[in-house]
Structures are given as structure tokens and as C-alpha cells.
């Protein structure tokens, strides 16, 4: 009955993407987690195992980056099922995944089926979990924390191998979904949570950290296969380079967003129904929403005075403000001091994501107070009654004031909302936010009422019950309805303006690349157009085919978006945003970048443009990049320089013959001769091979514009040729004399070596368990 009701308020919640012809669209769905999976699906489909892109920033890899989640279960339904449902059908469906894995885990810690529920709904609707689904790697990892937790918990009370088998197998399948530092933060929080006996484990410190360390060691070994590359990876990013304290609390939570807690965003406005201008905070949050529901707030009062309970409120209320401190970045002094003396911390980009342990500490205590409320605890239901109470007060005071004095919240915007974005429209804000606190006043009179009549015995515990849970479930589904809009699912069904515009304009659109995004704004704010809010500006970047839309369109692009940054991208990218226009326009032609498009006024003064279509509906011109470089052409000078950084900036120089010369990072062998003449003769591109014929009349160096990784193979004539590293970014390989046929080939290291541990490791683990059902039949027999 429980998986019953969760997947049905799952389904309510997301049913316009599961019964309607739309798809999830806005924030990084759009421009980057839904262009990732449909080249996932047409790779797999097509018998290939995606293991390069060459449509995005000139080239990545893509299997060692793990929010494709290539290997991950769930892909599954993208491979059987047609896009964009499949697409809908795997993020919806972690949320009763997660419900019901948190409902085991409570009802483990007898909270009873009835209290289980109602936390089980107050962690699957919650804001945190319900905003992570613009981030669908989040999902699929997080998503399996309370399962994880589960095997966990059976481990330390049972301690049997079959139990910390589960965990493994769990903790693997977590870090294929794509997010291993949510995966660190609910591991080690269960780890804590064991430690400390909260739910009276008496297993030895001691056999618990072995237990984690072996099971963490076992689960390595079997997605090795997917580890090892991602590891080599991160060892090519900005993740390796230190970072300042400012940078990695950028993305923290403001102090304003801890309104929040008790009032859920203005969402649900605008033209196209859904804005985030009316935030009150001073820029788009992380997390849409954290508001855990007043509701759950209200029954987490009820906790009671059991040693259960005390254990409970000792850990769960600490560890929810340690969430919420570590969230708040440098607004409170706790995160400085823990980010210099814990270097772990510094991995986390996004300190919003602390808000998990906070959005489980409130499922759990609201399951805890509902336990008390219906187990017979008149105390426990005199402090929801008295909790209920004084919200229903203070939410419903400032609802009125809101709705009768307007200027009340200009009042705020000059003060502690100073900066906000709602203060923009401080009277449309404060009509849509009293009206929710009045919304939820109301919802906690109704709970006050539920309390009250089942203390006098005016109604039955069941109904009771029931009634709590829907009254959950209608706070958040309401609260949330719009976190995770969608679009029409003809908007991906049809190429954008810019793919229709370029192929009728070059169709050879293998031998060059485009790009989407200006080159005077960071990537999250490339195509922003005043008074185009949120859904209408999606649109606008994807009918520019900004960032990663040109994936979707087999569009070769020199921008583009990165869960992981590789370092020479962020090199790339920094000489775009921090160079005057004659520099951007050199590294577009040294990129192969033949036309952009802009949606915004940069382009007007760009020099070395030529205008070449303008949108008849829309803000978007393309232009035509003149001298742009061929995807591949022969040069015969050298100039070797070993520092990627630097070679990138010799080639950049206004005095560098980008057209006939060639950064390299060491002698090439033969040396090219500059009397030498030849040329491309034809080229034929896949996703990981490029096999191009060439004829030279003397030794000379063919230039691939397409990027320079470990593991990209080379071979003349079928010879293996040693593989340079061209212009700081891309490739490049001596030719000798005549005509000669080159091909690279993307045949990583890094994943065979993988490949071969988690084989050994499955088999080893294969053979275990074979063993132990051998025993079992054995002594069955016996």
C-alpha cells in the first residue's frame, strides 16, 4: 500500500511530463542533461559504447564522465523506450524509488507503517529532493541514499555478509547514477548515524569502519570499469587546482533563502508559468526550494520523550543545522574554517547540496512526531497542537499584512530583502507569498483540528492517519508543482532555427564547427534577454542552439557545457570572457568556427563577422566567423612549447601564422619542411575514429581541430605515429611524403584497465555466492 500511494503522488506531481505529449525543459535539463542522454541513446542504440563527444567544446570524453550514466540501471528505460518519455519516465520515477527506500528504512527503525509514510512523503516531495530534479545525476544517486542506509542499518544489527553485500552492490549502483559526492555525504552520514547508535546498534566501532572500508574497497572494484576514467578525468579538470574560498562558497545559499523554511517560492508566475524572478533571494538559487513543509515541521514537534526519541533529537537536530550552516557558505563562520582544515570540503561546488542532511532530519523527526501523535503520547500531540498553533499564527499574521499592506515587503526590500530579486515587483510578490503563508496557515488548522479530534477520541486512528499523510502530500505536490516545469515535446522533435538556418546555408556541417553562446557572458547567462523570464529564455537558447543543443542535431560546437570542466575547456573559456574581441575572434578561428550565433547586441562591434540570417520571430542573427581554420589541414612549421597554457597563448598572438604554422608540445619526427605543399584529401568522422587521406610533397604536420586527450591513438598508414598536442587544445601528427591515410582512434587506457577489475571482480564475487549456495544446499540436505 505504501509503494502504492507513493508512486501514485509521484505520478500526480510529475503528471504533465507522464501523461502529457511535454518534457522536462528548464535550467540544465535543457541545455545539458537532455542533449547528454539522447546522444546516449543513439549511441547505444546504434551498437556503440559512447565513449568520445566530439559535438561539444570541440571534443570530451564521455563515458569517463559520470552524469551521462552510461552504465547506470535506470539508463535501461532510455534504451528501451522512446525519447523524450523514457526521458520523463527515468526522473519521475526515482521519486518513489527514494519514498519507498526511506519507508523501509523507518519502519526498520519502528516508527510504524503509518509514520514511515508520512516521512517517506515529507523526503520525496520535500523541496531539496523535488528541486534536485532540474539535476537528474543528483536524482539517480540520491535516490538510492535510503536504500543504502537500509543495508546499512541490517548490516549493524544482523552483521551478516549478505546484508554488507547489499550495501556494496548499492553503494555501486549510487555512484553510476552520477553524483559520488552526494554518495560520500549519505554514506558517511549513515556511518555516523551507526557510530553513534542512534537507532541502539551495539556492533563495535571498530568492525563498523572495517565493514565500511571493505564494502567501500568491493564496491570500487566492480565499476572499476567506470571509475578508473573518471578518476583519469578528474585529473584533467579544474578539480585538481586549488581552489579560494569565495569560489567555492559561490553557489551557497543566501540568508534569505532560510525564509524558505517556512514558505515555499513564488513559482507559478508569468506568461509561461514558471519564473524564478520573485525569489528573495539575490540570485537564482541552487535549489529551487527547500521548504520541508510546515506541515512536517509541525508533527517533528511531537518527537517524544522515549530513549528513542531522545537519541533522535540529539542527532537529527544538530545534524540539520549543520546542513543548513554548511549550505549558508561564508555567511556564517563555521564553513571558512571547515573548508581549511577538511581539504574533502573543497570538492563541493554547490555548499546548497549540505541541505540534505537537513531535508532527511525532518522526514525523519516529522515520522518521529507522528509515531508519538498516533501511538497514544498526549504530550507528543500537546506539542504539535501547541506548534501548529504558533505557526498557524505567524504564517497567517503575515499572510494578512502581506495581502492588506503591499508595502510591508517594499518596507523589507529596504532592509533585510535589500537586493532581492522579488524586489523588482515587491506588490505581485506580495500578493503570490500571502496568499501561500495563508494557504499554509490554513493547512495547519486543519492538522490542529485532525490533532485535536483524535486526542478526543472523535475520530479513528486510521482515518486520522490517513488524513495526516494526504495533508503532507498536499502541502508539498502544491508547494513543488512547478520546480520541474516542462515544454511541449515538440520543441526537441524539431531542429532549432540555427540547425535549419546552417544546413542550408553550408551542409557540409562535418567540417566545421558553430557556436551558440556569446563570448561576452559566462555560459549560465549566455543567451539572456531582457524581459524573457526562465521557459521563454530556454527556448531562446535552444533555438540559438546555444551550448549543447548542437549534440542533439549532430552540430559540431565549440562551446558547451561540463559536469566535470576539463581544465583546457576552462582555459578556453577564460580566454573568450577576459579578452578584447580580436583575441576571442582568433581562438574561434584557431577552433574551427565558421558561424555563430548570437541572441544578444555582442555581436554588432565583433569584428571579422559578416552577417548571414536573422531570425524573422526572434532576437537571433548568425554570422559568418571570417578565416576560420578547416577541421583539418596540413601546416609545415613548428613551434614547441610543452606548457598547454602557453602554447595556446603563442598561438594566439597577433604576430603567429595560425594558417601555415602550429604550437606542438615537442619535436615532431620527421621534422615538417617548409617547402612543402599538400593538402586534406578526404575525410571520413565518427564519434571516436576520424580517418583522413592526405597528400604531402614533402614531411609535414596534420592539424585535427578537435581536442587532445589521453587515450586518442594515431597511426600513418597503418603504422603507429606518435600524437602531438597542437595549439595547446587539439592534435596534430607528423605525415611523411606522398599520400598517406591517418586515423585516430579514441581507445582509452583508462577503461580497459578498468574493464579488466571489475571483471576479476565480478567473477570473484560470482564465485562467492555460488559457494555459499553450495553450503546452504549442503546443510539443507544435511
Not at 107 to 126: D, E, I
Not at 322 to 351: D, K
Request: aromatic residues 10%; proline residues 7%; positive net charge.
Amino acid at each position: 500500500m505504501a509503494c502504492l500511494v507513493l508512486t501514485g503522488v509521484a505520478a500526480f506531481l510529475f503528471r504533465r511530463a507522464l501523461f502529457g505529449d511535454t518534457v522536462f525543459f528548464s535550467r540544465d535539463i535543457e541545455p545539458f542533461f537532455y542533449p547528454m542522454k539522447a546522444f546516449l541513446v543513439r549511441s547505444v542504440r546504434a551498437g556503440r559504447v559512447p565513449l568520445w563527444n566530439p559535438w561539444t567544446v570541440n571534443g570530451e570524453p564521455f563515458f569517463a564522465a559520470l552524469q551521462p550514466a552510461v552504465l547506470y540501471p535506470g539508463s535501461l528505460l532510455l534504451y528501451l523506450l522512446p525519447m523524450p518519455f523514457a526521458f520523463n519516465l527515468l526522473l519521475a520515477a526515482h521519486y518513489p524509488l527514494a519514498g519507498l527506500g526511506l519507508y523501509l528504512l523507518l519502519r526498520r527503525w519502528s516508527l510504524g507503517h503509518g509514520p514511515a509514510l508520512v516521512g517517506a512523503l515529507a523526503f520525496m516531495l520535500g523541496g531539496y529532493f523535488v528541486s534536485i530534479g532540474n539535476f537528474p545525476n543528483n536524482v539517480q544517486t540520491v535516490a538510492w541514499l535510503p536504500w543504502i542506509w537500509w543495508a546499512w542499518d541490517r548490516h549493524l544489527a544482523n552483521g551478516g555478509a549478505r546484508d554488507l553485500l547489499w550495501f556494496t552492490l548499492l553503494c555501486g549502483v549510487a555512484f553510476l547514477g552520477g553524483e559520488p559526492e552526494m554518495l560520500a555525504v549519505g554514506v558517511a552520514l549513515a556511518f555516523l548515524h551507526g557510530l553513534l547508535r542512534i537507532e541502539a546498534h551495539t556492533r563495535p566501532a571498530g568492525r563498523q569502519l572495517a565493514a565500511l572500508v571493505g564494502g567501500a574497497v568491493v564496491a570500487a572494484a566492480l565499476v572499476a570499469v567506470q571509475l578508473v576514467p573518471f578518476v583519469e578525468l578528474v585529473g584533467h579538470s579544474i578539480r585538481t587546482t586549488s581552489l579560494d574560498l569565495g569560489f567555492a562558497s559561490f553557489r551557497a545559499m543566501e540568508p534569505t533563502g532560510l525564509l524558505e523554511l517556512l514558505v515555499p517560492p513564488a513559482l507559478r508566475v508569468g506568461r509561461f508559468g514558471f519564473s524564478t524572478h520573485l525569489f528573495p533571494s539575490a540570485r537564482i538559487p541552487w535549489l529551487l526550494s527547500v521548504y520541508p513543509g510546515v506541515v512536517v515541521l509541525a508533527l517533528a514537534a511531537g518527537t517524544g520523550s522515549a530513549p528513542a526519541d531522545r537519541r533522535r533529537l540529539a542527532f537529527w537536530i544538530p545534524a540539520g543545522a549543520l546542513g543548513l550552516v554548511l549550505a549558508l557558505g561564508v555567511s556564517t563562520p563555521v564553513f571558512p574554517v571547515l573548508f581549511r582544515w577538511l581539504p574533502p570540503l573543497r570538492m563541493v561546488r554547490y555548499p546548497e547540496k549540505f541541505i540534505y542532511v537537513t531535508a532527511v532530519g525532518a522526514a525523519v523527526l516529522g515520522a518521529s512526531g507522528a509515531r508519538g501523535l498516533f501511538s497514544g503520547d498526549r504530550s507528543a500531540s500537546r506539542r504539535i497542537i501547541a506548534s501548529s498553533a504558533v505557526l498557524a499564527v505567524v504564517l497567517g499574521t503575515v499572510g494578512m499584512v502581506l495581502r492588506a499592506r503591499p508595502s510591508a515587503l517594499t518596507w523589507a526590500c529596504g532592509t533585510f530583502l535589500h537586493g532581492a530579486l522579488l524586489c523588482e515587483r515587491p506588490e505581485a510578490a506580495a500578493a503570490l507569498y500571502g496568499a501561500t503563508a495563508l494557504r499554509s496557515a490554513a493547512l495547519l488548522l486543519v492538522l490542529l483540528g485532525l490533532c485535536a479530534a483524535l486526542r478526543g477520541d472523535r475520530i479513528s486512528s486510521p482515518v486520522a492517519l490517513a488524513a495526516i499523510a494526504a495533508l503532507v502530500a498536499l502541502d508539498l505536490v502544491v508547494a513543488h508543482d512547478h520546480v520541474n516545469p516542462t515544454a511541449d515535446a515538440s520543441v526537441v522533435r524539431t531542429a532549432p532555427w540555427a540547425a535549419r538556418t546552417l544546413a542550408r546555408l553550408d551542409p557540409a556541417i562535418q567540417e566545421y564547427r558553430y557556436r551558440g553562446s556569446t563570448t561576452a557572458a559566462s555560459m549560465g547567462s549566455a543567451v539572456m534577454v531582457k524581459g524573457a523570464w526562465e521557459m521563454s529564455n530556454m527556448y531562446l537558447d535552444y533555438e540559438t542552439m546555444g551550448p549543447n543543443i548542437g549534440m542533439l542535431w549532430r552540430h559540431l560546437t565549440q562551446d558547451g557545457l561540463q559536469g566535470l570542466e576539463m581544465a583546457s575547456v576552462s582555459s578556453g573559456i577564460a580566454y573568450m570572457l577576459n579578452n578584447p574581441p580580436v583575441v576571442r575572434l582568433r581562438l574561434m578561428q584557431l577552433s574551427n568556427v565558421r558561424y555563430y550565433g548570437d541572441a544578444t547586441a555582442t555581436a554588432d562591434s565583433f569584428p571579422g563577422l559578416s552577417l548571414v540570417a536573422r531570425a524573422p520571430d526572434l532576437p537571433v542573427r548568425i554570422y559568418r566567423v571570417e578565416g576560420a581554420l578547416p577541421r583539418a589541414y596540413l601546416v609545415t612549421r613548428d613551434t614547441v612549447v610543452p606548457d598547454p597554457v602557453r602554447a595556446t597563448a603563442t598561438a594566439l598572438d597577433s604576430g603567429f601564422d595560425r594558417r601555415g604554422s602550429v604550437v606542438v608540445n615537442r619535436s615532431p619526427s620527421p621534422p615538417p619542411s617548409a617547402a612543402a605543399r599538400g593538402a586534406v584529401t578526404g575525410a571520413s568522422y565518427g564519434d571516436d575514429r576520424v580517418r583522413l587521406t592526405v597528400r604531402s610533397s614533402g614531411p609535414a604536420l596534420l592539424v585535427l581541430t578537435d581536442r587532445w586527450y589521453p587515450g586518442w591513438r594515431v597511426t600513418v598508414d597503418g603504422r603507429r605515429a606518435a600524437l602531438l598536442r597542437a595549439n595547446g587544445l587539439f592534435r596534430a601528427v607528423a605525415v611523411p611524403e606522398g599520400h598517406s591515410v591517418v586515423e585516430f582512434r579514441f581507445r582509452p587506457l583508462s577503461v580497459r584497465v578498468g574493464a579488466w577489475v571489475s571483471g576479476v571482480a565480478w567473477l570473484l564475487l560470482l564465485a562467492f555466492l555460488a559457494g555459499r549456495i553450495r553450503r546452504r544446499r549442503r546443510g539443507g540436505a544435511t
